[in-house]
């Protein structure tokens, strides 16, 4: 059932608030004046004007004035009326508390922030201080997007960053950027240093679900289209991101008298990281979930990949949003939802560090060694729960039973593990025993034995405290259920003494305990000598309802000993809770190796399954690709008759160069230039990961910046058409890409005119060759630019194989030395549908432009043009030369000189000309 499909029901019947009734009334004055409920309600909002304002009220929460008619517009519930305020009618829609997890859900998607204003007292002691007194509430939590804990608000395999960014001047007209982010599911914090020119690809790799910034910074037309692209922003007032107070806020928060211990940060990090912190004391109200400290992301630590290269390779999620389809996707096999947002991670940053990489590769190359103990390995992870999360529940004191229970398999099976892995060599699997076995032994055991197997989601249920775990609980237990057995037995007693064998004792809120017969049987128990025992409380359409002194005081026996019970259920959860988030550090530690561990073995899973192996990783220009495949699209086709078509990729720089090597692929549409291309890229990003790579063999030199340009889109939000973007793209990566780089061009220059396309592509080509000196692969349909590979030495074609069969074209997908003799695009066009009038009339079209091209060729270029560094050389100076001529020709004074001076003069003259071109 949908929310639009349940809500109307429920929002249009009249709530009867029977818990709230003089506040219903209250609420429901027509009169011109201000109801006591709706000046709290007015106070609440006015504190919090940016969020919907949740007001409970028995067992709804209600919206009034705008934020009823945004929430029931949103989430499709009706907005009804509900009384008047200052005379006009107040509009209300509301939502059943025992749903709002889902209605929450909704409306933070769409961007809302939402206040949850809850009653602070019993409606009962509201009563007591008179007839119109309101019940007191206050707002105990604000819901945002970057600040979610629960299960049923967040998705387990996706990590929830709130992230604040934070500006200083940093000279005349520079400013450092500072980037603070904490996933508060979680408790992982971390920052970073950014730049201007860094903040939409850092971004894009952080991946916020919402950004604080200060209105200041959110104003400024420059970066307006950096925030465009986030999905949430809250702009806050300019105090809270000063300098002055940020060191202090964070010594605080960690409970340290100075941070020198986290290590060092930049002050633009600082302020950002206490944005971070103030913003999580404000939207949970002072509760302090368990933050890790800060930690500063080393610079180039990570492979760098713009926002766009991002979104063309389709890392963690495809161009439409989704996971599947993504190298995410592909290459997930993760057991745990903490392996699977470490995953996402690491796929998001890969590293640029040589023995890092080859760390992760050591851990993996284990694994895949040892099947047995990956198995295992795998086998208990699947056990394991999700410990960060249930851990920041707790120390917002928003956890549950399942929660500690969480935490207690969690660390049990971690401390099975580490003795597993005690003998692993590789050394990230030794660190991740290393931490599992740091935690005490005595916190899981105690947790586990506390707990009953399966507990209640809601502590407040009770029952959820194991027996035999407390002697007290147990007593106290045992006279509440006794007190049961006695009801029980009394009522066997009442039958037998009335003769009445319908006789119940039956329970409910008002009577408590009662004796309930037909209305037939009820005069007997109205005479002697039964009298006595029963009074008469109620008469009902069928059944009639006596209670007895018995009962009255098994009431109260019982009543206290469930309470008993109770209460002291929730002192051991409170002592349980108070011993975990006294642990926190340890057990983060230790859900951090659980992942890891998880994203190690199920990487090593993937690498047997789909035969993925082990790179070579080196510090050279190397690029050797043996067999490599595309991890995605060979998935998809793994089905599919004839499969995927494994090839070869070398860019290495060769022996003595001082650059690696460009291949320009041509080849007809359909071949598969774009799927190579990308599994080159994709194979980098996995390597550099810590993945085994999908390849017969690869040796890869550790890539510092990753770009592509690949496919074509309009930006027309931004009024920039596909040509611009891609010239824009197209400009960042010649602007920007080193030595160490890889580059992926695809088809760059083909959204303008022949000539021009042809052109800059041809001289981006050269200035990769000459200037980057990068490792790349150039896809084109311009056929004349492979004509560039005889003066460009480290340039060389490759083409994807077709066959034609009966006219037809058959792509092999297989990429070979050499230049495609033709495009074949005709013959996909007709493969595509185009009617064959057209066909026919393309070929004639076809066949006219080649004999003029034959006329012409291409060759011409190469012989006349010179190459680019040539080109690019300044012209000459002409302007002293000219400078020169001018005073020598004042200095002639043609009547005082003789002929043979006049014809020196001349010659001195013609000397002094300045050479052009
Ligand atoms: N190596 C391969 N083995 C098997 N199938 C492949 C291979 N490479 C590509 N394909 C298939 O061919 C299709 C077209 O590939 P791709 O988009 O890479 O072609 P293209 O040459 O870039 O085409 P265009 O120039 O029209 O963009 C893919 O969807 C895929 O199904």
Same mark, same amino acid.
């Not at 029952?463 to 609980?473: C, N, S």
């Not at 959860?573 to 199920?602: K, N, P, Q, S, Y």
């Given at each position: 059932?949908?929310?639009?499909?349940?809500?109307?029901?429920?929002?249009?019947?009249?709530?009867?608030?029977?818990? &709230?009734?003089?506040?219903?009334?209250?609420?429901?004055?027509?009169?011109?004046?201000?109801?006591?409920?709706?000046?709290?309600?007015?106070?609440?909002?006015?504190?919090?004007?940016?969020?919907?304002?949740?007001?409970?009220?028995?067992?709804?929460?209600?919206?009034?004035?705008?934020?009823?008619?945004?929430?029931?517009?949103?989430?499709?519930?009706?907005? $009804?009326?509900?009384?008047?305020?200052?005379?006009?009618?107040?509009?209300?829609?509301?939502?059943?508390?025992?749903?709002?997890?889902?209605?929450?859900?909704?409306?933070?998607?769409?961007?809302?922030?939402?206040?949850?204003?809850?009653?602070?007292?019993?409606?009962?002691?509201?009563?007591?201080?008179?007839?119109?007194?309101?019940?007191?509430?206050?707002?105990?939590?604000?819901?945002?997007?970057? $600040?979610?804990?629960?299960?049923?608000?967040?998705?387990?395999?996706?990590?929830?960053?709130?992230?604040?960014?934070?500006?200083?001047?940093?000279?005349?007209?520079?400013?450092?950027?500072?980037?603070?982010?904490?996933?508060?599911?979680?408790?992982?914090?971390?920052?970073?240093?950014?730049?201007?020119? /860094?903040?939409?690809?850092?971004?894009?790799?952080?991946?916020?679900?919402?950004?604080?910034?200060?209105?200041?910074?959110?104003?400024?037309?420059?970066?307006?289209?950096?925030?465009?692209?986030?999905?949430?922003?809250?702009?806050?007032?300019?105090?809270?991101?000063?300098?002055?107070?940020?060191?202090?806020?964070?010594?605080?928060?960690?409970?340290?008298?100075?941070?020198?211990?986290?290590?060092?940060?930049?002050?633009?990090?600082? #302020?950002?990281?206490?944005?971070? !912190?103030?913003?999580?004391?404000?939207?949970?109200?002072?509760?302090?979930?368990?933050?890790?400290?800060? !930690?500063? &992301?080393?610079?180039?630590?990570?492979?760098?990949?713009?926002? %766009?290269?991002?979104?063309?390779?389709?890392?963690?999620?495809?161009?439409?949003? =989704?996971?599947?389809?993504?190298?995410?996707?592909?290459?997930?096999?993760?057991?745990?939802?903490?392996?699977?947002?470490?995953?996402?991670?690491?796929?998001?940053?890969?590293?640029?560090?040589?023995?890092?990489?080859?760390?992760?590769?050591?851990?993996?190359?284990?694994?895949?060694?040892?099947?047995?103990?990956?198995?295992?390995?795998?086998?208990?992870?699947? /056990?394991?729960?999700?410990?960060?999360?249930?851990?920041?529940?707790?120390?917002?004191?928003?956890?549950?039973?399942?929660?500690?229970?969480?935490?207690?398999?969690?660390?049990?099976?971690?401390?099975?593990?580490?003795?597993?892995?005690?003998?692993?060599?590789?050394?990230?699997?030794?660190?991740?025993?290393?931490?599992?076995?740091?935690?005490?032994?005595?916190?899981?055991?105690?947790?586990?034995?506390?707990?009953?197997?399966?507990?209640?989601?809601?502590?407040?249920?009770?029952?959820?405290?194991?027996?035999?775990?407390?002697?007290?609980?147990?007593?106290?237990?045992?006279?509440?259920?006794?007190?049961?057995?006695?009801?029980?037995?009394?009522?066997?007693?009442?039958?037998?003494?009335?003769?009445?064998?319908?006789?119940?004792?039956?329970?409910?809120?008002?009577? %408590?305990?009662?004796?309930? !017969?037909?209305?037939?049987?009820?005069?007997?128990?109205?005479?002697?000598?039964?009298?006595?025992?029963?009074?008469?409380?109620?008469?009902?359409?069928? *059944?009639?309802?006596?209670?007895?002194?018995?009962?009255?005081?098994?009431?109260?026996?019982?009543?206290?000993?469930?309470?008993?019970?109770? +209460?002291?259920?929730?002192?051991?959860?409170?002592?349980?809770?108070?011993?975990?988030?006294?642990?926190?550090?340890?057990?983060?530690?230790?859900?951090?190796?659980? /992942?890891?561990? &998880?994203?190690?073995?199920?990487?090593?899973?993937?690498?047997?399954?789909?035969?993925?192996?082990?790179?070579?990783?080196?510090?050279?220009?190397?690029?050797?690709?043996?067999?490599?495949?595309?991890?995605?699209? =060979?998935?998809?086709?793994?089905?599919? @008759?004839?499969?995927?078509?494994?090839?070869?990729?070398?860019?290495?720089?060769?022996?003595?160069?001082?650059?690696?090597?460009?291949?320009?692929?041509?080849?007809?549409?359909?071949?598969? @230039?774009?799927?190579?291309?990308?599994?080159?890229?994709? #194979?980098?990003?996995?390597?550099?990961? %810590?993945?085994?790579?999908?390849?017969?063999?690869?040796?890869?030199?550790?890539?510092?910046?990753?770009?592509?340009?690949?496919?074509?889109?309009?930006?027309?939000?931004?009024?920039?058409?596909?040509?611009?973007?891609?010239?824009?793209?197209?400009?960042?990566?010649?602007?920007?890409?080193?030595?160490?780089?890889?580059?992926?061009?695809?088809?760059? %220059?083909?959204?303008?005119? $022949?000539?021009?396309?042809?052109?800059?592509?041809?001289?981006?080509?050269?200035?990769?060759?000459? #200037?980057?000196?990068?490792?790349?692969?150039? +896809?084109?349909?311009?056929?004349?630019?492979? *004509?560039?590979?005889?003066?460009?030495?480290?340039?060389?074609?490759?083409?994807? @194989?077709?066959? =034609?069969?009966?006219?037809?074209?058959?792509?092999?997908?297989? !990429?070979?030395?050499?230049?495609?003799?033709?495009?074949?695009?005709?013959?996909?066009?007709?493969?595509?549908?185009?009617?064959?009038?057209?066909?026919?009339?393309?070929? *004639?079209?076809?066949?006219?432009?080649?004999?003029?091209?034959?006329?012409?060729?291409?060759?011409?270029?190469?012989?006349?043009?010179?190459?680019?560094?040539?080109?690019?050389?300044?012209?000459?100076? +002409?302007?002293?030369?000219?400078?020169?001529?001018?005073?020598?020709?004042?200095?002639? &004074?043609?009547?005082?000189?003789?002929?043979?001076?006049?014809?020196?003069?001349?010659?001195?003259?013609?000397?002094?000309?300045?050479?052009?071109?």
């Amino acid at each position: 059932m949908t929310v639009a499909d349940a809500c109307p029901a429920e929002t249009e019947a009249p709530r009867p608030a029977p818990d &709230d009734a003089p506040e219903a009334s209250a609420a429901r004055r027509e009169d011109g004046h201000v109801t006591p409920v709706m000046a709290q309600f007015v106070e609440i909002k006015a504190a919090n004007p940016d969020c919907l304002l949740f007001y409970r009220m028995g067992d709804f929460y209600e919206l009034f004035f705008e934020d009823a008619e945004q929430a029931s517009q949103a989430l499709g519930i009706v907005l $009804t009326k509900r009384g008047k305020h200052l005379g006009a009618d107040i509009p209300m829609c509301g939502v059943p508390v025992s749903r709002a997890e889902e209605y929450l859900h909704k409306l933070i998607a769409l961007g809302f922030r939402v206040a949850v204003c809850e009653q602070l007292e019993d409606p009962a002691e509201a009563r007591k201080r008179g007839s119109k007194s309101v019940v007191r509430r206050d707002v105990t939590r604000l819901v945002t997007p970057g $600040t979610l804990t629960e299960d049923a608000l967040l998705d387990a395999r996706r990590e929830n960053v709130l992230l604040a960014v934070a500006r200083v001047r940093a000279g005349e007209d520079a400013f450092a950027y500072g980037l603070a982010f904490a996933d508060v599911s979680t408790g992982t914090f971390r920052v970073c240093a950014s730049s201007a020119a /860094a903040l939409a690809a850092d971004l894009a790799r952080i991946d916020p679900a919402e950004v604080l910034l200060s209105d200041a910074l959110f104003e400024e037309a420059d970066l307006r289209p950096v925030w465009d692209e986030l999905p949430a922003i809250t702009p806050l007032p300019r105090q809270s991101f000063e300098g002055a107070g940020a060191e202090h806020r964070l010594a605080q928060y960690f409970g340290v008298a100075t941070l020198d211990g986290f290590g060092s940060f930049g002050r633009a990090e600082l #302020i950002a990281a206490a944005a971070i !912190v103030a913003y999580v004391e404000r939207t949970q109200l002072g509760a302090r979930p368990a933050l890790a400290p800060p !930690v500063r &992301d080393a610079d180039d630590a990570t492979l760098r990949i713009d926002a %766009g290269t991002r979104i063309n390779l389709e890392l963690v999620r495809t161009t439409t949003g =989704e996971r599947r389809g993504s190298l995410l996707g592909a290459v997930d096999r993760t057991v745990t939802s903490a392996g699977a947002r470490l995953l996402a991670r690491r796929l998001a940053e890969p590293l640029t560090d040589l023995s890092a990489i080859r760390g992760r590769h050591d851990a993996v190359g284990h694994l895949v060694e040892e099947g047995a103990l990956a198995a295992a390995l795998r086998r208990r992870l699947a /056990a394991v729960p999700d410990l960060a999360r249930a851990l920041s529940r707790l120390s917002l004191g928003r956890g549950g039973p399942r929660d500690l229970l969480a935490i207690g398999q969690g660390l049990e099976e971690g401390l099975a593990l580490a003795d597993a892995l005690r003998a692993a060599p590789p050394a990230d699997l030794a660190r991740c025993a290393a931490a599992l076995a740091r935690c005490e032994p005595g916190l899981a055991r105690d947790l586990r034995a506390a707990l009953v197997e399966a507990p209640p989601h809601l502590r407040r249920d009770g029952g959820f405290i194991a027996p035999g775990y407390d002697a007290d609980l147990d007593a106290t237990r045992a006279l509440r259920d006794e007190s049961r057995r006695v009801v029980a037995e009394l009522e066997r007693t009442y039958v037998e003494a009335t003769g009445v064998r319908t006789l119940k004792i039956r329970h409910n809120a008002v009577l %408590g305990y009662f004796v309930e !017969v037909t209305a037939q049987n009820a005069d007997r128990l109205r005479e002697p000598p039964h009298l006595a025992t029963f009074t008469h409380r109620q008469t009902l359409a069928g *059944a009639v309802r006596f209670t007895s002194p018995e009962l009255a005081a098994l009431e109260s026996r019982i009543a206290s000993a469930g309470e008993r019970a109770l +209460a002291l259920e929730q002192a051991i959860f409170d002592r349980l809770a108070e011993r975990v988030v006294a642990a926190a550090d340890a057990i983060r530690t230790a859900a951090e190796a659980l /992942a890891e561990l &998880d994203v190690h073995a199920g990487l090593a899973r993937l690498a047997v399954d789909e035969r993925h192996v082990r790179p070579t990783m080196t510090a050279a220009l190397d690029f050797a690709i043996e067999g490599g495949r595309h991890p995605v699209v =060979e998935q998809a086709l793994a089905k599919a @008759k004839g499969g995927f078509v494994p090839n070869d990729c070398d860019l290495s720089a060769p022996e003595g160069a001082e650059g690696g090597q460009i291949w320009l692929v041509t080849g007809p549409n359909m071949a598969g @230039k774009s799927t190579f291309l990308r599994q080159n890229a994709l #194979i980098a990003v996995l390597a550099q990961a %810590g993945a085994f790579v999908p390849a017969r063999s690869a040796r890869l030199g550790v890539v510092d910046r990753l770009f592509s340009r690949v496919g074509a889109a309009d930006d027309l939000a931004r009024g920039r058409s596909t040509f611009m973007v891609e010239m824009v793209e197209t400009a960042a990566i010649l602007n920007q890409a080193t030595r160490r780089s890889l580059v992926i061009l695809d088809e760059i %220059g083909r959204g303008t005119a $022949t000539f021009d396309g042809m052109s800059i592509a041809w001289a981006s080509l050269e200035h990769l060759h000459e #200037i980057n000196r990068c490792r790349a692969l150039f +896809a084109t349909h311009f056929h004349e630019l492979t *004509a560039l590979s005889q003066r460009c030495a480290r340039l060389a074609n490759a083409t994807v @194989k077709v066959a =034609e069969w009966q006219g037809d074209v058959v792509f092999l997908h297989e !990429v070979v030395p050499g230049a495609a003799d033709r495009s074949y695009g005709i013959q996909v066009a007709r493969l595509a549908g185009l009617p064959p009038a057209v066909i026919a009339r393309a070929k *004639a079209v076809l066949a006219e432009l080649e004999a003029a091209e034959r006329a012409a060729p291409a060759q011409r270029l190469i012989d006349e043009l010179p190459l680019f560094a040539a080109a690019r050389r300044p012209p000459p100076e +002409a302007a002293p030369a000219d400078d020169a001529l001018a005073a020598a020709l004042d200095a002639i &004074d043609p009547d005082a000189l003789t002929p043979r001076a006049a014809l020196e003069a001349i010659y001195a003259l013609k000397a002094l000309r300045p050479r052009r071109g």
